[in-house]
């Protein structure tokens, strides 16, 4: 079993640029695929990038394509979410989610989530 915890969110304004992270509580996200989602305020939460353990797959949302690159750190394989180009539509919690395997996208496809952090871009 694997819990994510991510950080790394905060205020910013339009045009600005955030960097999500997400650990492993208590082991190593091997072999899992690490997704990340959005939730808005009165909206449904959305997929927004996710990322296979070896780095091979990627993919994202039609939304964040060319603004937002997951990918893992090098040294602590922790996977992060780069996101550049901030739009106030971006504003959300942000939850890292982990899974044994599954189409990237699908929620259903993960099992572990963590308690999300709130991203906000000011116009």
């Known amino acids: 079993q694997v819990q994510p915890v991510e950080s790394g969110g905060g205020l910013v304004q339009a045009g600005g640029s955030l960097r999500l992270s997400c650990t492993a509580s208590?082991?190593?996200?091997?072999?899992?695929?690490v997704g990340w989602f959005r939730q808005a305020p009165g909206k449904e939460r959305e997929f927004v990038a996710a990322?296979?353990?070896?780095?091979?797959?990627?993919k994202y949302a039609d939304s964040v394509k060319g603004r937002f690159t997951v990918s893992k750190f090098n040294a602590e394989n922790t996977p992060y979410l780069q996101m550049n180009s901030l739009k106030p539509e971006d504003s959300a919690v942000y939850y890292c989610?982990?899974?044994?395997?599954?189409?990237?996208?699908?929620?259903?496809?993960?099992?572990?989530w963590g308690q999300g952090t709130q991203v906000t871009v000011s116009s």
């Open positions: 990322i296979t353990w070896s780095g091979g797959s990627t």
């Open positions: 208590g082991r190593s996200f091997r072999p899992y695929i």
């Open positions: 989610a982990a899974g044994r395997s599954g189409t990237l996208d699908y929620a259903s496809s993960y099992e572990y």
